[in-house]
């Protein structure tokens, strides 16, 4: 099993800068591709950004590219997510994924999430 614990999240201004972390246990966190979602109230979950393994393939989504940066440190087990410029549509909770497939099998795992307010 894998077990994701995020942090980092709280209550900013527009403009400003939060940093989220995700701590991974488990060993079947090894070769998972990682992502950070985030859902506003009253919307659907969204992806935000993933990063795989080897940090070679990054995806943002378009509402964050050029502000937000992924980065992952694979000895710790922990993913980044670096917002800056942030704006009030960037508030919700933030969730951290990694799934990896396992014989035949996608294995996917969730954290409980960390709540980020940006108020103008």
Known sequence: QVQLVESGGGLVQTGGSLRLSCV???????????????????????????????????????????????????VKKEVYLQMNSLKPEDTGVYYCNANRTIGTVLKEYWGKGTQVTVFS
């Open 24 to 74: 991974a246990s488990g060993e079947r966190f090894n070769g998972a591709l990682t992502g950070w979602f985030r859902q506003a109230p009253g919307k659907e979950r969204e992806v935000v950004a993933t990063i795989n393994w080897t940090a070679d393939r990054l995806y943002y989504a378009d509402s964050v590219k050029g502000r937000f940066t992924v980065s992952r440190d694979n």
